[in-house]
């Protein structure tokens, strides 16, 4: 990118920023390597945000955790039904979580408690 296109584009922060409601962060203590990793992903995704990269890495980790609990659950449903489909007793196999979602433990066939 030229300097021209990265003036425009520091022009352009500056009146978005201007009506935006953020802060600023100073982080101590970054791995080298998880520093150098950030700041590559903000200069090649975000023109060297970092506001934006930071952004973007915690809102895909939301997105990540809503899906491993929505395959979690899927997994927990099918559990379930195998086993009614086996004619097993599921309530002695569920765990209820801290966040009150129940989920199936498989057990191994041929043991038994």
């Not at 990265?6 to 962060?25: D, G, L, S, Y």
């Not at 890495?57 to 939301?62: A, D, E």
């Not at 039904?81 to 196999?93: F, H, S, W």
């Amino acid at each position: 990118m030229t300097d021209e296109g990265i003036e425009k584009i520091n022009e352009i922060k500056k009146k978005v920023f201007k009506h935006w409601n953020a802060e600023n962060i100073y982080i101590e203590r970054v791995p080298i390597k998880a520093s150098k990793q950030f700041k590559k992903l903000a200069h090649e995704e975000f023109c060297g945000d970092y506001g934006m990269a930071l952004r973007y890495l915690v809102f895909s980790r939301i997105e990540l955790e809503e899906r491993d609990a929505e395959i979690l659950e899927m997994f927990t449903q099918h559990e379930m039904r195998l086993q009614k489909l086996e004619g097993i007793d599921n309530t002695a196999n569920t765990k209820i979580l801290l966040s009150g979602r129940k989920i199936v433990i498989p057990q191994k066939k041929g043991k038994e408690e």
